[in-house]
């Protein structure tokens, strides 16, 4: 019997990162799982060294796809899963050894049909615990607890809020993937692990929390917080507006919160790449044309001014009102010292 499922989407992946990742999986004291490595077109070094890791454990299958993207992979990854529960494990990231036994131990107890942990961020030489629920296991979410979690999903942009997000630290009854048709949707290019959880959420109704960091997050210069894609506020928009509308609005209020968050949070973020200024200048408009349409002129409507500095509450006042002036000023100043900078 096949107790947990791993599924680990390769592609893109320095070696040594990989390599980490695979030796975590190998040292898991439990026999009885199974781990669906797939390759969503990842370069002939990474397959080889996936291919390698079949040859030395058993319990590792390995699957070679076409690139697109790791929605696809993921779901391919379900469909091959013979496991009781599934979980997921990203290829530069790497878990503790005892990590299998422990949440299957856990859900079984509890008779979960979710079960989620804690993690460590892993930035540089830094180690950072990250804890979703506070000190103590939670056996069964209240009613409270539930919302509390179904909340952290929609409005994430904080690292505090983020393992109910996450795609990791999750140990999910394949029965309910399977009769509840729960996949990916490839449609979206940010925020579908979000979306897939919170669908999650809607199917059932016995969610533990298991008081352990065993996950290891691994931050580094490919990774999203640390990068800006073109045109990202726009996509970012786009998968909010879908857990709006998957949640019928019930949490209209954090997704509005979430909208405004990821507002600033595409602009300091751009602030601090070092990009020629006309890019820079055409991605702050960009910008700029997102906050005087939909769905963010409706998003404004419902957020509050919690946690905000005095300049952005200001802006926040006028663009409430439909009013981007401010928002062209702070264009302005920004392109001003940018250009100061390169004299």
């Known amino acids: 019997m096949i107790k947990i499922s791993i599924i680990i989407p390769v592609y893109k992946v320095p070696s040594d990162y990989l390599r980490s990742c695979l030796d975590s999986l190998v040292a898991q004291s439990m026999q009885g799982c199974e781990f669906i490595v797939v390759s969503d077109g990842a370069a002939e070094a990474e397959c080889t060294i996936c291919e390698e890791y079949t040859q ?27 496991g009781e529960y599934i979980t997921f494990v990203d290829a530069d990231d790497w878990i503790d050894p005892e990590t299998c036994d422990l949440i299957y131990k856990y859900a079984k107890e509890n008779d979960s049909e979710l079960t989620f942990w804690d993690l460590f961020f892993e930035e540089a030489s830094l180690e950072i615990e990250q804890t979703a629920f506070g000190n103590n296991d939670i056996h069964l979410l209240s009613p409270k607890d539930f919302s509390l979690f179904q ?15 996450l795609t990791v630290c999750k140990l999910i009854k394949r029965d309910i993937l399977i009769k509840n048709d729960i996949l990916y949707n490839n ?13 999650i959420t809607k199917c059932v109704r016995r969610i533990s929390y298991l008081h352990r960091s065993l996950y290891h997050y691994r931050i580094h210069n490919e990774s999203t917080e640390k990068t800006y894609h073109k045109r ?27 909208a405004v968050n990821c507002f600033y949070g595409c602009v300091y973020k751009l602030y601090k790449l070092d990009i020629p200024a006309k890019q820079l200048y055409q991605e702050l408009h960009f910008i700029k044309e997102q906050i005087k349409a939909e769905p963010f002129r409706t998003f404004i409507q419902h957020a509050d001014y919690s946690n905000r500095s005095k300049q952005e509450c200001l802006e926040m006042f006028f663009m409430k009102k439909g009013i981007s002036v401010l928002f062209s000023f702070r264009i302005m100043k920004t392109m001003f010292f940018r250009y100061l900078k390169s004299l």
């Not at 909340?151 to 997000?165: C, F, G, T, V, W």
């Not at 449609?187 to 669908?199: A, H, M």
């Not at 506020?233 to 919160?257: H, R, T, V």
């Open 232 to 258: 990202e506020f726009k996509e970012i928009l786009i998968f909010i507006q879908e857990l709006n509308q998957i949640s019928n609005q019930l949490y209209i209020g954090k997704a509005a919160n979430e």
């Open 56 to 82: 030395k454990d058993i319990r590792f299958k390995f699957f070679r796809r076409e690139h697109n993207g790791v929605s696809a992979a993921r779901n391919y990854g379900i469909e091959q899963a013979r």
């Open 151 to 165: 909340e952290s999903i929609i409005n994430a942009a904080q690292r505090k809020k983020l393992i109910p997000a």
């Open 187 to 199: 449609q979206l290019s940010r925020g579908e692990d979000r979306v897939f959880n919170y669908n």
